[in-house]
Structures are given as structure tokens and as C-alpha cells.
């Protein structure tokens, strides 16, 4: 029986001519892989360094205008109203979901051996006074726990004054003055005001104070004079307009105050005198940074931005404190409403939707607080805004009325928990 070999067709002699063009298509196909390999390598530092370079362009954009602020302010000069593309861009972000996702992050229980070396490193990049903890380091579990720290007794003596108001917070005081004339208006930053009712809420009860003299101009007293008339006509059309029969006493000033908490500072919230507390509102809305820059930079950023009013009497009248929140610093605590809760992922941010607003029980007494008592807290740094009644000296016979109330301090002023924003004599 005759067998056959069969061979396979790769099998077969390959003629010489044939096996040439084998090996020139395979260094073609070699050449054209290494091509692409070197093209590969220099797309991405291409990318990078495009990105890099518009990340040095905002730079450098940034430092000259910090440069050309430090500048007017060594002129005695103020930082004006001037939008710019980064509060813009802030607007696009989600924030509400980011400051949750950070706060998340917060309560993470850290390792025993992690939390002094975690604490300090924070403590030297925010300047924060460690001595003062009231409890060792090891035993704030979380970074929430070691920023809304309470301090060592007799850390914030109280002013034993009787006739003055004390600072709620640590804090940077950014604007101070004394309201007057209907709609009456508090200044975010030269060029640009919101209305009290804006940030207060429609229902407050300073539109029903008791007014005589309506002839006042709102007055400011870190701002030169004139400065007002341009802030007057920069306000948002959105925002409402305070009650026409909202004016003032001869015998009583609105004035206000402007703290803003730096990362750093002792991050809860004290009484600034003895007074009852009638109502609380809560405004959810935005969270936008409430650092200098953006304060010069984004419209009616304490109007936007989620905040807890709480507002009530004390011996010389009306007094609000409104807690605004800040990128990262959704949450705001209440110990009088532990149950408050703010930055909730169910809630919206409809400039049309109404504030959530609680009458303390019972009625026409509220809760009584003490001075220098806690009252809130909040994370990382944020602004408390005061607004309050105050007493004034009798009219002068040219009509004007000055204030027999006087700040203690000024713009730009470091001030801490218990020390006295302003005084006035015993009438």
C-alpha cells in the first residue's frame, strides 16, 4: 500500500524573491509601529504641557492682580466689585455634592498613631494655636472632631461690660457700619451692596422696628465717603427690596458686622450677648467660597450662598446673626436644633424656592441664651454676618443724629470670641 505525504501549505519552499518581500513588509510593518510609538510619546507631554501652560497663564494672572490689590491697599485704596472668569466657572461646579463628598471624608476615623502628625501639619499650614485644644490630639478621632474642637476653659475670656456687644467668632473683620433710610443696604465690597431683607428674609421682624427718621443715608464706616452712591445702584435685580416702612429711630441704629473665619480659627459660633431667640430660618442655596477673592468677585455671595438666621431681642432691640455655609462648609450645627440639617442631597437651590423657618417655643419668650454661650459651629472657615439694634444720642440741631454707639474696631481687624465689637455709655 503506497502512503502519500501531504505537506501543509505553509510547508512549501519559499523562493527566495518571496521570502525577500516577507522580510521588507515586516521591518515596513516595525518601522510603522515605532512611528506611531514616538508620535505616542510626544501627544501626551504635548497635552500636559498645553494644560501646565494655561494653568501658569491663570497663575500669573492671579498674582498680578493680588499684586495690584497689595498695592491700592498700600494707597490707602480698596479692593473694588470685579467679576472674573473663575466665579464664573465656580457656578458650573457641582459644590453642594462636593462639600458633601469632603465632609464624608471628615468623618473618617483616622489611626491613633496618624492624628498628631495630621493635626499639626494642618495647625502650621492654617496658623491654628494648638495649646488651646481642650483635649489631647489623640483623642479628636476624626477631622471634623479636631475642626469644630472646643477650646481649654478661660481660652475666650467674655468682656464683663455690660454695654457692649462681643464677637461671636474668631475671626477677620471685613465690613462694619451703620444702616439708614429705607432699603436699607449692607456692602459686600466697594461697587456692589445687597439689602438687609435679602439676607435676613422677607419675614423679619427688623421691617416692623418702629421708625421716625427717614431722611438718613446708609453711612459705612470703612469705606471713603461717597463710595456708597456707586454700591447703591449695583444691586442684583433678583433680589427683594426691603419694606419702604423700614427706617429708623432716632433712638435706635441698625448697624452690622462682617466676620469671616479663616480655615484656621476656632470654628464655633458663641452669643454676642444675652438675648431671646425667636425664630430660625434656614435658606438652602449655593456654596460658593467666602474668602476675600470671592467676595470681590461673585454677586450676592451671603445672599446665595446656604445659611442658618437665627434672630430674636435683646435689651437694646432687634439682633440676627446669620451663619453663612462656604465650599466644604455645608454643614451648619445648631445646639439649640440638633436636628437641623443643612447641605441635604434632596434639596434644591431654586432662587424662587422658600426658606424653612421654625418659631422657638414658646412663643414671644424663645430660647434665652447668655452671652459668650455656644450656640452653632460650622467646618473649615466660613463668615457670620450681626445685625443689630444699638442705642443713639439725641439729634444735633443741624438734624443729623450721631451714634452714641461706637465700634471698638475696624476693617481688616483680627478679633476673637468675648471681645467687644462696640460700646456705649449708660444713658
Given amino acids: 500500500m503506497r502512503r502519500f505525504r501531504v505537506r501543509l501549505p505553509w510547508q512549501f519552499p519559499v523562493p527566495l524573491r518571496s521570502q525577500s518581500n516577507r522580510l521588507n513588509l515586516a521591518r515596513r510593518i516595525h518601522a510603522s509601529a515605532n512611528s506611531g510609538a514616538r508620535q505616542g510619546k510626544f501627544l501626551l507631554p504635548g497635552a500636559s504641557a498645553a494644560a501646565l501652560l494655561m494653568l501658569g497663564v491663570l497663575h500669573a494672572k492671579r498674582m498680578y492682580d493680588d499684586k495690584k490689590l497689595a498695592e491700592r491697599k498700600e494707597k490707602g485704596l480698596e479692593p473694588e466689585f470685579e467679576p472674573d472668569?473663575?466665579?464664573?466657572?465656580?457656578?458650573?461646579l457641582p459644590l453642594r455634592s462636593m462639600s458633601r463628598f469632603w465632609g464624608s471624608l471628615m468623618e473618617v476615623e483616622l489611626p491613633v498613631f496618624m492624628r498628631p502628625a495630621v493635626y499639626k501639619g494642618w495647625a502650621r499650614a492654617f496658623h491654628s494655636n494648638l495649646q488651646e485644644s481642650a483635649l489631647p490630639l489623640e483623642e479628636y478621632p476624626s477631622l471634623q472632631a479636631f475642626f469644630i474642637r472646643s477650646l481649654k476653659e478661660g481660652s475666650r475670656p467674655i468682656d464683663a461690660d455690660p454695654n457692649c456687644l462681643v464677637s461671636p467668632v474668631d475671626g477677620k473683620v471685613l465690613r462694619l457700619g451703620q444702616l439708614r433710610g429705607p432699603g436699607a443696604m449692607i456692602e459686600q465690597v466697594k461697587g456692589f451692596s445687597y439689602p438687609v431683607s435679602s439676607l435676613l428674609g422677607a419675614s423679619s421682624s427688623l421691617h416692623?422696628?418702629?421708625?421716625?427718621?427717614?431722611?438718613?443715608?446708609?453711612?459705612?464706616?470703612?469705606?471713603?465717603?461717597?463710595?456708597?452712591?456707586?454700591?447703591?445702584?449695583r444691586v442684583s435685580v433678583a433680589s427683594p427690596k426691603l419694606r419702604d416702612q423700614t427706617r429708623l429711630s432716632p433712638k435706635r441704629g441698625i448697624f452690622y458686622c462682617v466676620l469671616y473665619l479663616h480655615p484656621g480659627d476656632y470654628h464655633r459660633v458663641h452669643s454676642p450677648a444675652d438675648w431671646n431667640?425667636?425664630?430660625?430660618?434656614?435658606?438652602?442655596?449655593?456654596?460658593?467660597?467666602?474668602?476675600e477673592r470671592a467676595v470681590r468677585t461673585i454677586?450676592?455671595?451671603?445672599?446665595?450662598?446656604?445659611?442658618?438666621?437665627?434672630?430674636?431681642?435683646?435689651?437694646?432691640?432687634?439682633?440676627?446673626?446669620?451663619?453663612?455655609?462656604?465650599?466644604?462648609?455645608?454643614?451648619?450645627?445648631?445646639?439649640?436644633?440638633p436636628e437641623l440639617r443643612t447641605n441635604s442631597p434632596g434639596s434644591t437651590i431654586l432662587p424662587s424656592q422658600p426658606y424653612n423657618e421654625?418659631?422657638?417655643?414658646?412663643?414671644?419668650?424663645g430660647v434665652m441664651v447668655k452671652r459668650g454661650q455656644e450656640i452653632a459651629g460650622f467646618n473649615m472657615g466660613s463668615t457670620v454676618v450681626i445685625v443689630f439694634e444699638a442705642p443713639l444720642s439725641k439729634a444735633r440741631e443741624d438734624g443729623t443724629v450721631s451714634s452714641e454707639f461706637d465700634f471698638c474696631i475696624k476693617a481688616g481687624d483680627r478679633i476673637r470670641v468675648g471681645e467687644a465689637i462696640g460700646r456705649w455709655s449708660q444713658s
Avoid: C, M
Fill in 277 to 291: 431667640i425667636f425664630k430660625r430660618r434656614h435658606f438652602s442655596g449655593n456654596l460658593f467660597p467666602t474668602n
Fill in 208 to 233: 416692623d422696628t418702629k421708625e421716625e427718621d427717614v431722611s438718613g443715608d446708609q453711612t459705612e464706616q470703612n469705606t471713603p465717603e461717597g463710595s456708597n452712591a456707586k454700591s447703591w445702584w
Fill in 85 to 92: 472668569l473663575k466665579a464664573s466657572f465656580l457656578r458650573l
Fill in 358 to 365: 421654625l418659631v422657638y417655643e414658646p412663643e414671644g419668650t
Fill in 299 to 337: 454677586r450676592n455671595l451671603y445672599v446665595e450662598n446656604e445659611r442658618v438666621v437665627l434672630e430674636g431681642r435683646w435689651k437694646e432691640g432687634f439682633v440676627a446673626i446669620a451663619a453663612v455655609g462656604a465650599t466644604n462648609v455645608g454643614s451648619i450645627k445648631l445646639l439649640i436644633e
